[in-house]
């Protein structure tokens, strides 16, 4: 690129200072043409001409003043040019003792259950990689060849210095750049100083989405956006990756399997939230992937489905457990592929903000990531190096997002349940909700009614106002819609409350109020279309929630 340019400089002035309308036969011997990959030989020839032409009729003092910015452009290049890279759902983990285990299918796809955890990132100085990489091009017009300088942020996916502390990766670093660039985006986008949310879910999907064209997802999604307006809400959490695959237009993910039409749900969503004023989040599940059965069609084209099929890579990367597959947050490879398609969408749609829920690591078991620590030679015990694991992961999504779009807000829904986070899926929300640039916001699932016996409502949003100490944090309550009507089995003398009590929601939302926290529904079908079973205690529910 350096010798295009010092080229260009010396046709320049040498057009000027001889005043020379001949285009020479070919082109001079110190343009290099191996740096050059977007023009034919020809193509520089004529480029050459036109540049000739234009020289003549052009002043010295102006060539003069050309020639100077064209040398300051190509100074400011550097020697070496780099290219940057979610009836009842899930049983309640209300106690220490709950399970993580995924029970069936509906119980393994509510990933806003008490069972569940998210987690968020620290920005750390110096962790951040550069702001943009210039490149320049040249284009064939009838001036002097012009340079352009596109900016392109340097995907944080690209750095792996934060992994190979304490960590394993045996790939090098060729091998984890993304395929696709991601320009940073500069769409503003709407969000609110405190969040009235609602959860929108895959399996709000199987009624809206599966075997729909786009015009019935269209106006169906529309009469959901209306009624989560008409509630109140001003924030839409829209499920577009559930297990490893997309809801929207990726080259990282597969379709998913309740998107049967061709249309990209994601864009729909966006502009249908926009058009009533509500902000957009994409909701994503970070580590967990599908069940084995599924794992075997999972096209090679992608990575998931690469790893999959390679020894090597299969049960390092991605690792069963309990007949499901998760990533393997310990390697470097693993984090860049969840970072890049946070990339891919903040960069290629105008959502307002990106959120994770609660699904990190599925075990407590030492062998799931046995390899990966024994490797790290670190000194630290496996529960220790684990909530470290995760938290530079949750540290690199932060990063990636605000790297996109510094605008757009991370946030986590992590458990409501902290000993569970800290214990048995080894998220370290004490830490995330302390630290200042850790997170944009907090959403704890605190799925219990006032009388839960092991961890009534009132109390547990107090200790979690009390934990977030960041300024930079904001306290988003998560509210367990989908328990209306229902019995609350793990709740031990408060079993009945949910049956008994038709105002639950609305005191709880209202209780927000003291703590200026927002607040959120799980999930948008739980409150506007029942099980007929509950639909008279939903009904009288989000009747009080109207008042």
Same mark, same amino acid.
């Given at each position: ?13 040498? $057009? ?23 023009? #034919? ?9 036109? #540049? ?34 979610? $009836? ?23 990933? &806003? ?86 959860? *929108? ?9 599966? =075997? ?39 080259? &990282? ?43 075997? $069609? ?82 630290? =015990? ?18 990636? *997002? ?26 370290? *929300? ?30 547990? *949003? ?23 009507? #229902? ?17 639950? &929601? ?32 939903? =009904?009288?529910?989000?009747?009080? &929630?109207?008042?």
């Amino acid at each position: 690129m350096k010798h295009r340019i010092k080229a260009m400089l010396a046709l320049l002035l040498c $057009s000027v200072l001889c005043s020379c309308t001949e285009i020479p036969d070919e082109l001079p011997d110190n343009y290099s043409t191996d740096t050059i990959t977007e023009s #034919t030989a020809s193509q520089l020839q004529s480029e050459t001409a036109l #540049t000739y032409e234009t020289s003549v009729s052009s002043s010295a003092e102006t060539a003069v003043s050309e020639i100077s910015q064209v040398t300051i452009l190509s100074e400011s290049v550097s020697e070496t040019e780099t290219v940057p890279s979610e $009836s009842e759902l899930k049983s309640d983990s209300e106690t220490v003792s709950d399970t993580y285990t995924e029970t069936s299918e509906i119980e393994s796809e509510t990933s &806003l259950s008490e069972s569940e955890t998210t987690a968020e990132t620290i920005f750390e100085p110096g962790t951040l990689p550069p702001e943009t990489t210039a490149v320049i091009t040249s284009e064939t017009k009838p001036t002097a060849p012009s340079i352009t300088i596109v900016t392109i942020p340097t995907s944080p996916i690209q750095e792996t210095d934060a992994f190979s502390e304490n960590s394993v990766s045996s790939e090098t670093s060729a091998e984890i750049l993304p395929d696709t660039y991601y320009p940073q985006s500069s769409y503003y986008p709407l969000n609110f100083d405190r969040q009235k949310a609602m959860w *929108v879910s895959y399996l709000e999907y199987d009624r809206m989405m599966r =075997n729909a064209d786009e015009a019935q997802f269209t106006e169906a999604l529309g009469k959901c956006f209306d009624n989560i307006a008409a509630l109140g809400c001003n924030t839409v959490y829209f499920q577009v990756r559930v297990y490893g695959d997309s809801y929207y237009s990726s080259s &990282l993910f597969p379709k998913g399997d309740r998107l049967t039409g061709d249309y990209d749900p994601l864009r729909i969503a966006v502009r249908a939230a926009h058009d009533r004023g509500l902000s957009l989040h994409a909701w994503i599940n970070p580590m967990r992937l599908m069940t084995d059965s599924q794992m075997k $069609s999972y096209s090679t084209e992608y990575k998931i489905g690469e790893w999959y099929n390679d020894p090597s890579k299969n049960g390092k990367y991605i690792v069963n457990s309990a007949g499901r597959w998760y990533l393997n947050p310990a390697y470097a490879e693993t984090v860049s592929l969840i970072c890049d398609g946070i990339s891919e969408i903040v960069t290629g749609y105008d959502v307002d903000g990106i959120q994770i829920d609660d699904y990190f690591y599925p075990t407590t078991d030492a062998s799931f990531d046995s390899a990966a620590y024994e490797a790290s030679g670190t000194d630290k =015990n496996l529960a220790d190096w684990r909530r470290e694991t995760v938290t530079k992961m949750v540290k690199r999504m932060y990063e990636t *997002v605000h790297s996109a779009n510094p605008r757009v807000l991370f946030g986590i829904s992590p458990q409501g349940n902290t000993d569970n986070n800290y214990n048995d899926l080894y998220a370290d *929300v004490f830490t995330w909700v302390s630290t200042e640039g850790c997170c944009d916001y907090i959403c704890p699932q605190i799925y219990f009614g006032f009388e839960n016996g092991a961890l009534p409502y009132a109390e547990t *949003v107090d200790k979690w106002d009390k934990l977030v100490t960041s300024d930079n944090v904001k306290l988003v309550i998560g509210l367990a819609a989908y328990k209306s009507g #229902t019995e609350d089995k793990y709740a031990g003398a408060g079993s009945s409350e949910w049956i008994n009590s038709t105002d639950i &929601l609305a005191r709880q939302r209202d209780l927000t109020d003291i703590y200026n926290a927002g607040y959120a529904y799980f999930r948008y079908d739980s409150l506007f279309l029942p099980e007929p079973s509950v639909a008279a205690s939903v =009904n009288a529910e989000l009747e009080n &929630l109207k008042k």
